[in-house]
């Protein structure tokens, strides 16, 4: 500890007072600035990639035949009137009751933290396309999802994250419901091959489609609405 003061220096005050308002000299020392904001990562979309994230939707019963309102389905099959958040809301069927909510029916826990690593805003197609993503990777699943085959590997990996796949048993990790990997294979590569014909811009947006607006506040009810623009 430093206890003495500068020699011409009467008290402690005067003496760092003299000391600290003397110009110090230049030393040629170069001032870093400070780094840039960290830029959210975001996960391109590949045929490879939507065909996984509809399977997803299938096996959670979001699907809706590839149209956007699979991203506003509540558990147990309510719609959500808006996509401006998650909406953190317990919803009961007659044997569970669980705050899932969009497309892949994210738990408000997994979304939060999604949000908070990604940068998310939203609650969106492509919010809750690149959250799905992100979750799927930090399965270590990302890698097999670009070869572009589901495998029994690939839905293992991914079934504590979505109780619909099932483990190498064939079980769910839950105990929950659970599609048989059969069904989850054939709706995978019927939709890949469907996928691999289109042009990029169709791929990409593949799953999100205009349904006119529906009076009712249930999956079925906006699934006629759509059936009735079908020619």
Request: one cysteine or more.
């Amino acid at each position: 500890m430093l206890t003495t003061f500068p020699a011409h220096a009467t008290d402690a005050t005067e003496a760092w007072d003299r000391v600290l308002n003397q110009p110090r000299p230049n030393r040629g020392l170069a001032f870093l600035p400070p780094p840039p904001p960290s830029i959210p990562p975001a996960f391109a979309i590949t045929p490879e990639r939507r065909a996984l994230l509809n399977t997803i939707r299938y096996a959670e019963g979001t699907w809706a035949n590839g149209h956007d309102v699979g991203y506003r389905v509540m558990f147990g099959g309510s719609l959500m009137p808006t996509l401006e958040r998650h909406p953190d809301r317990v919803m009961y069927s007659s044997r569970y009751a669980s705050a899932a909510a969009g497309a892949y029916q994210f738990m408000p826990f997994t979304w939060n933290m999604v949000t908070q690593k990604m940068g998310l805003s939203g609650f969106g197609p492509d919010s809750q396309d690149q959250g799905a993503l992100f979750l799927i990777q930090r399965r270590g699943a990302l890698h097999l999802a670009d070869r572009g085959e589901l495998t029994e590997e690939l839905a293992a990996k991914l079934s504590p994250e979505w109780a619909s796949f099932p483990t190498l048993a064939g079980h769910s990790y839950y105990g929950q419901p659970v599609k048989r990997f059969e069904d989850l294979k054939r709706f995978y590569e019927d939709n890949l091959s469907q996928l691999r014909q289109m042009p990029q811009q169709q791929w990409e947006r593949v799953a999100i489609q205009q349904a006119k607006p529906c009076t009712g506040d249930t999956l079925d009810c906006q699934l006629e609405a759509i059936r009735s623009q079908t020619p």
